[in-house]
């Protein structure tokens, strides 16, 4: 992008923050962050909402500490969250999200920095009203995915997990049982065609309505003998199944 462009878009940026006070989603991709004028007019672009509901950015190189104050003067509205391509580098961002207590949804998507150290605000102090929580292809570990779910308060009702963890499948899906009761929709990746029926065998103790299980159209579950025995370990309250 044009330096040109840069000032351009600035100037639109902190035009509209004057104009429009009451956008309620705000998507930003590819965000040149050395660019402080657009950063600044991005930041008092969001300051000036009255009633942001969702705000949604993707970019590897932005650093996402400077946004922070300006979606903390939104946090009595933000419904939505979505971070795609982010690093996270510190904790500040998850000190943000476990203070939403309005945040309904929210979604991690080829995302790294899940480390410990950053995300223990979260797992010790979770969204109090999330019902919709979305995990994709991120850098995260079992341990790490493990205390997520064990500190969702019961809240969640829908459940995206499609991560590349394996070590601890069965784990996982014990903790998705035991953790979220209130779980209707579940979209979790299998890997394994051996596992697929240990992986189940819990989530006959739920109450899901809606399973998809990514995968299982391959043809290594299409030639599995154990394929044909899915029936008898599903839930007897789920409405719909996708293979």
């Keep these: 992008m ?25 998507e930003v991709y590819k965000f040149p962050e050395s660019h402080y004028d657009l950063l600044n007019g991005l930041i008092t672009l ?3 909402q009255q009633n942001l509901s969702k705000f949604v950015i993707s970019c590897w ?6 946004l ?45 920095g899940f480390f410990l150290e950053n995300v223990d605000p979260i797992i010790k102090s979770s969204p109090i009203n999330l019902k919709k929580l979305y995990l994709c ?9 493990i205390k997520l779910l064990r500190n969702t308060r019961n809240t969640l009702s ?8 394996t070590e601890k499948s069965s784990e996982i899906i014990e903790t998705i049982v035991t953790y ?16 697929i029926l240990n992986l189940l065998f819990p989530l006959r103790k739920s109450n899901l309505k809606h399973l998809i299980l990514n995968n299982v159209s391959s043809k290594d579950f299409s030639d599995n003998k154990k394929f044909s025995n899915i029936g008898k370990f599903l839930p007897k309250t789920l409405q719909n199944l996708g293979l």
């Design 2 to 26: 044009l330096s040109t462009d840069i000032k351009n878009l600035s100037k639109i940026l902190i035009g509209l923050s004057k104009i429009c006070t009451k956008i309620r989603d705000i």
């Design 46 to 48: 969001i300051n000036s």
């Design 61 to 66: 190189n932005l650093n996402f500490d400077p």
């Design 68 to 112: 922070i104050p300006s979606l903390e003067s939104q946090i009595n509205s933000l419904k939505e969250i979505e971070f795609t391509k982010i690093r996270f580098n510190n904790s500040s961002i998850f000190k943000f999200l476990s203070s939403c207590h309005h945040l309904k949804k929210l979604s991690f998507q080829y995302c790294n």
């Design 137 to 145: 292809d991120n850098d995260i570990s079992s341990d790490i995915l």
């Design 158 to 165: 829908h459940l995206t997990l499609d991560e590349r963890t």
């Design 180 to 195: 979220c009761p209130n779980l209707s929709f579940l979209d979790i990746r299998v890997l394994n065609a051996d596992d």
